[in-house]
């Protein structure tokens, strides 16, 4: 199965610094947000990689791509193994720019013929999993049992109307609908839908027919998930792990402190600081 990393946003929330530096960039101590999604798809299975990226991100295919010289160095220096899972030889990476924000659903178009008329993995880099089993590949397994789309969600979290909302339908597996940001009190369920979606290639029908009747705007996936939705195509499976929101600063402080407890050295820092 192919993987999809949607990194094309502006970050405005973390203006000045995304003026020049990716938010994707942007790291958890000494890694960057995206490596923790590409970790995870090689550990789904997933080698066959794509970035939809836009201007001023060129950093993220340096990033990504090898750097002979400064293998050469650490290597004299003995610590080449640090740049070795950057690059990892089995995966493929492919790159390819949205030329204009117009939301994650044009976005997704651009994916079209990576996909190749398989299903795929998405994920938004604001959405960090860490886990037992990879939210991927929870993704995967789901899709395995059922051919549909897959939702991935977090159960009544104390902030619900900042998410799309799902609704299900009666045999409590598939989703009947989805609600993006709604009022509160009008939530028509308990799940809500987080950066990580595994779709089957009809998305694109939908995807297509929404932008010929979107207007004005970003146009965003909603519309086709909801299409395929009504045709009893879509499931959900509630996160099996921890996820960590950087998609906004507090969120991003409260993620790195979070990811530093789980390593030792590092935690032992936390607890001087809050002792």
């Not at 089995?90 to 996909?115: C, D, I, N, S, W």
């Not at 939530?187 to 839908?193: D, I, N, R, V």
Request: proline fraction near 6%; glycine fraction near 8%; aromatic fraction near 10%.
């Amino acid at each position: 199965m192919k993987g999809v990393i949607l990194a094309a946003g502006y970050g405005t929330r973390f203006l000045p610094v995304t003026k020049t530096v990716p938010k994707e960039m942007l790291p958890l101590i000494n890694k960057p947000s995206i490596d923790f999604i590409i970790e995870e798809f090689l550990n789904s299975g997933i080698r066959e990689i794509l970035v939809i990226t836009s201007r001023r991100k060129q950093s993220l295919e340096d990033y990504i791509d090898r750097e002979i010289e400064l293998e050469s160095v650490f290597n004299r220096e003995g610590a080449h193994q640090k740049l070795k899972k950057v690059h990892p030889p089995e995966a493929h990476f492919y790159f390819v720019r949205q030329k204009e924000m117009k939301g994650t659903g044009q976005a997704l178009l651009l994916a079209k013929p990576f996909v190749n008329n398989e299903p795929f993995v998405v994920a938004y880099p604001d959405d960090l999993h860490f886990g037992e089993k990879p939210l991927s590949l929870q993704l995967i397994e789901k899709y395995k049992k059922t051919g549909c789309c897959v939702l991935a969600t977090l159960h009544d979290p104390p902030d619900i109307n900042r998410y799309g909302v799902i609704s299900m339908a009666d045999d409590g597996i598939h989703v009947k609908d989805i609600v993006e940001k709604p009022v509160k009190g009008s939530e028509p369920g308990k799940e809500a839908s987080i950066g990580r979606f595994l779709y089957i290639p009809e998305i694109f029908e939908w995807l297509e027919k929404g932008l010929k009747e979107h207007t004005s705007g970003e146009y965003y996936h909603t519309y086709a998930v909801r299409a395929l939705a009504k045709m009893g195509k879509v499931v959900y499976k509630q996160v099996d792990g921890m996820r960590l929101d950087t998609g906004e600063p507090c969120g991003y402080l409260e993620a790195i402190i979070r990811y530093a407890n789980t390593i030792p050295e590092y935690r032992e820092v936390l607890k001087k600081l809050l002792s």
